[in-house]
DNA sequence: TATTTATATAAGCAAATAGTTATATAGTAA
DNA sequence: TTACTATATAACTATTTGCTTATATAAATA
């Protein structure tokens, strides 16, 4: 792993909304208004931080609908990297209880 | 752990040169003049890194004369964060050759 | 078709960042 | 004391960042 590289992924993290997301996605994939439940700032803010994330490899996207889902990205050179990086951080297992009682996508059926 | 700290770690260790300087000094202490040898930048862009890592209770600082030594800080609660993280980091072994051929500190006998 | 919903992009702005040069401080040594 | 060396701090600047609002795109639906 070059450092460059390395050094990029943890600025991405280095930030708490991307941090906290990373930290959800780990364990459900996430559609955007499903965010949109946990973080109080605009729909574009979120969409602009899951860009910096799949620019940079970390996660990836796929459209089902209107729905976008953002899912971690395992085949990432940087998995093995975030995987450490998580097992230091904070659960989120309430935002994704948040996310759950919101019924966000309820309306999709996924 | 804090998700705030986590993250400021994270964003502190996302710059390609306090990436550099921990993974240095991982294997060993070292003080500004040595940092010189082997960045290529002022010697205040360097006080103000180390600065910053210190800030944050990620190194330690000890003086030694006129020169001052900065250590990991092995009791911080992010020690083993960066531990883990510096698993996935390129070694650095050519600059702290580098270093030792430059004998920065040969003058002061430690 | 037109409307609504979900998401992305563009443009602008304030705050943070990483560097610079100049200067201050602290220790050593003449 | 004075001069020198190592480091820190101050002040400044250009760039980057993270947000905002406004608008565009894409898919679903009436």
Redesign the pocket.
Same mark, same amino acid.
Do not use: F, N
């Given at each position: 792993m070059e450092l460059d590289r390395a050094a990029l992924c943890l600025? /991405?993290l280095?930030? #708490?909304?991307?941090l906290t997301m990373i930290s959800i996605l780990k364990h459900r994939d996430c559609?955007?208004?499903?965010f949109?439940e946990v973080f109080?700032?605009?729909?574009?803010?979120?969409?602009?931080? /899951?860009?910096?994330l #799949?620019d940079a490899g970390i996660v990836t996207?796929s459209?089902?609908?209107?729905?976008?889902?953002?899912s971690l990205n395992q085949q990432s050179d940087l998995f093995e990297l975030i995987h450490d990086i998580l097992k230091h951080a904070p659960d989120q297992t309430e935002r994704m209880i948040q996310i759950e009682k919101s019924n966000?996508?309820l309306?999709?059926g996924c």
């Open positions: 600025k /991405l280095g930030d #708490k909304t991307r559609c955007v208004c499903e949109q109080d700032m605009s729909q574009p803010s979120i969409s602009q931080h /899951l860009r910096k #799949k996207e459209r089902k609908g209107q729905w976008v889902y953002y966000a996508t309306r999709c």
